[in-house]
T-cell receptor, first 114, second 114 residues
């Protein structure tokens, strides 16, 4: 079982609010990812990081931003939430050795913007 | 760019019968292939992967998958389905070089009837 934690699990907020979704992993993985998933649908990569101070945008355009100041921490921020941001956000991490390229996922953060 | 196709939105099977969930992929270079399972309101759980070596890969909970390079397929199989196997299954791929993030298929819902 992977040691990757996301908080909050569920969040309901009003339009225009700033939110940060937290993601932490204790495996020492250098690579981390954020995926967005609508209920029962496919996952879309929105951000990834290969290490501290390294972040890239993914395949799906997103108004969110990320930072990677510490290896274990990869928070995602929305400066001004909108109803279109309502979705599940999944954080993940991996390494090329040890676990052999496997990407491990957290339990997800369900965001509802009203 | 890589892609994954899961041609069946849903697969229905009776408990005790064998099951197959189909996956085909497209990627430049050698593929790294993965299967994940998702239960309601949860993150993704890793089932199995193909990196190199034997084309038949065995994973968690009695699942296995066969890598077929000529058909670019990586179908998930289980000899005897359980009701508790009912969930959403995702196939994913990444190339052996370059970006580490996975590209996911659209998912297949497996329904095992008692």
């Amino acid at each position: 079982e992977a040691d990757i934690y996301q908080t909050p699990r569920y969040l309901v907020i009003g339009t225009g609010k700033k939110i940060t979704l937290e993601c932490s992993q204790t495996m020492g993985h250098d690579k981390m990812y954020w995926y967005q998933q609508d209920p029962g649908m496919e996952l879309h990569l929105i951000h990834y990081s290969y290490g501290v101070n390294s972040t890239e945008k993914g395949d799906l355009s997103s108004e969110s931003t990320v930072s990677r100041i510490r290896t274990e921490h990869f928070p995602l921020t929305l400066e001004s939430a909108r109803p279109s941001h309502t979705s599940q956000y999944l954080c993940a991490s991996s390494e090329d050795i040890g676990s052999g390229h496997t990407i491990y996922f957290g339990e997800g953060s369900w965001l509802t913007v009203v | 760019a890589q892609s994954v196709a899961q041609p069946e939105d849903q697969v229905n099977v009776a408990e005790g019968n064998p099951l197959t969930v189909k996956c085909t992929y497209s990627v430049s270079g050698n593929p790294y292939l993965f299967w994940y399972v998702q239960y309601p309101n949860r993150g993704l759980q890793f089932l199995l992967k193909y990196i190199t070596g034997d084309n038949l890969v065995k994973g968690s909970y009695g699942f296995e998958a066969e890598f077929n390079k000529s058909q670019t397929s990586f179908h998930l199989k289980k000899p005897s389905a359980l009701v508790s196997d009912s969930a959403l299954y995702f196939c994913a791929v990444r190339p052996d070089t370059g970006r580490r993030a996975l590209t996911f298929g659209s998912g297949t819902r497996l329904q095992v009837q008692p």
